[in-house]
C-alpha cells in the first residue's frame, strides 16, 4: 500500500501540498481527485521520490521509493505519456527500461501485446498519436509486474474503446490484489471505476471515503415530473414543502418530496403524471460542490 503521513511540499511562499495524510489500499481502485494546481501531481512525484518532500513521509509497502534498487519491480508509475525519446522504438525505450530493472526480455513483448501496441513495436514513438503514448506508457507500468501502480491523467488522448479497455483493465489489476491510484479529471470514468476517493484541494485534504459514501454525503436529489397540468401539481407540491424549478410548461424538477409522496399527491387529486423519475447527482455534481471553494482560476467569474 502507499501510506502518506503528514505530507508537505513548499516552493518558497507556495504551499503545494499541505500536511497531506492518506493511505492508498491493495485490492482497490483509488481515485485521486482535485482541481488544477490541488497538489495532485506534486504528490505523485513525492510518492516516486522525484520531488523531496518538506516535512512528512511517504512510503511504499513501508519504504521509500527511492530506497527500491529496481524500482519497476515494486512500482508501476505513468505520470507524463509525452515524456519519452522521440527517436527510439517502443520496443526499445521498454528493452531500456527492462534491462535497468533486470527483468526478463520476454516481458517487453508480453506488455506491447496487452497494451495493444504489439504491431507497432519497432515503430519510432515520434510518430505515436497520444493515445498510442498513452498505451506505451501503461506498458511501461505494467512491466515489472508491479504490486502498486500510480496514473496520472491515463486516459487523455485515448478513443472510447481505449477508454473501456483501461476501465476493465484497472478493476482487473485490483482484483488481483494491486494498489492502483489513479489522477484524473474524467470524473465519468472514476464514477465507473474507482471504488475509494482521496480529494484535494490547494494541497490540503478534503475527503478520503468510498465512493458511495461521497456521493451520498455531496449528492443533491431531485425528481423529475412530466405533468399537462404542472401548475395545479406544483401548488400542492408547495403546500407541501416541495421546491419546484420549472423546465417547461409541462416539466419540473422537485426536491424536497420523494417520487413516492410526489405520486401519491397527484393521484389523490386527480392529476396525470406522464414522467415521474429520481435523479442523484453525479460524481461530477458532488465534486464541484465540494471543491467549489478551492478553484485556483475560475474562468468567467470574479472572485
Known sequence: MIESTRLTKRYGDTVAVDNLTFTVEPGKVTGFLGPNGAG?????????????PTSGSVTVDGVPFSHRPRGLRHVGALLDAQDVHGGRTA???????????RIPPARVDEVLQEVGLAKAARRRIGGFSLGMKQRLGIAGALLGDPPVLLFDEPLNGLDPEGVLWVRGLFRRLASEGRAVFVSSHMMAEMEHTADRLIVIGQGRLIADESLEDFSARNASLGVTVHTPD??????????????????SDQAGRVTGLTAARIGDLAHRHRIVLHELATHTS???????????????????EAR
Open 230 to 247: 404542472l401548475a395545479g401539481l406544483e401548488a400542492l407540491l408547495i403546500a407541501e414543502g416541495a421546491s419546484v424549478c420549472r423546465e
Open 91 to 101: 520496443q526499445a525505450h521498454l528493452s531500456a527500461l527492462a534491462r535497468s530493472n
Open 282 to 300: 453525479s460524481l461530477e455534481s458532488a465534486f464541484m460542490s465540494l471543491t467549489a471553494d478551492s478553484v485556483e482560476y475560475l474562468a468567467g
Open 40 to 52: 495532485k501531481s506534486t504528490t505523485l512525484r513525492m510518492i516516486l521520490g522525484l520531488n523531496a
